[in-house]
């Protein structure tokens, strides 16, 4: 399988991350998006939105990260990190949609405020993550995993803007359930680093 991807992009680690954990072949294949590369006609075939990270896995091609998880894991013998019963999934998807909302709109946004100069809305951002990380603390001081009592995907699509929040001038010593979830992920066998960081 390829992986189209960028490696400074905690959406494209969200892929890697999980493939590390679950010993699951990658073939990356760089896209240089200050080149312009996703713009290409080539690319945006693949991804008409012209986003990273994409799939390609023989015919099949998945474009957003989440999506990409949930295909990866439902192909694993053990499914353990996407359960095949509807509750499970269902618990699962309530985290992927936290990724996808709240997470990109805060922490998310504040990086590519303050890491690479994005005109986006820092205010906005605070607001978003003054209401995701309490709640998320909340929740992990009572559970050592986000979704079941075990890792799933959903903790791999939540770690790593979370983890990344500092380089958007986020600080996080505020939430030590927070912090003590990190080091459970960190702990993983076959976890690898976000770009960056140890």
């Known amino acids: 399988m390829q992986l189209y991807n960028l490696e400074l992009s905690g959406n494209c680690y969200k892929v890697r991350l999980f493939a590390a ?3 699951i072949e990658l073939e990356l294949i760089p896209v240089d998006l200050s080149a312009g590369e996703q713009k290409s006609a080539a690319f945006t075939a693949l991804n008409p939105w012209q986003e990273v ?3 390609i896995d023989g015919p099949t091609v ?3 990260s989440q999506a990409i998880l949930v295909y990866l894991a439902a192909k694993l013998e053990t499914r353990s990190w996407w ?3 509807g509750r499970s999934q269902a618990l699962i998807m309530e985290w992927l949609s936290v990724a996808a909302s709240e997470i990109r709109n805060g922490p998310n946004t504040a ?3 303050r890491k690479f100069g994005y005109p986006l809305d820092m205010e906005a951002a ?3 993550i003054g209401r995701l990380l309490p709640r998320i ?3 992990l001081a009572t559970h050592d995993w986000l979704a079941l009592g075990h890792p799933t995907i959903a903790d791999c699509a939540v ?3 979370l983890a990344l929040a500092p380089e958007g001038g986020i600080d996080l010593t505020p939430y030590p359930a927070l912090q003590r979830w990190f080091e459970r992920v960190r702990a993983l066998p076959g976890f690898m680093a976000v770009p960056g960081q140890s």
């Open 126 to 128: 605070i607001r978003w």
């Open 53 to 55: 990270p994409v799939l």
């Open 21 to 23: 954990l679950t010993g």
């Open 83 to 85: 359960p095949e019963d």
């Open 62 to 64: 998945i474009r957003d």
């Open 111 to 113: 990086r590519l405020i």
């Open 137 to 139: 603390d909340a929740h």
């Open 159 to 161: 770690f790593p803007y």
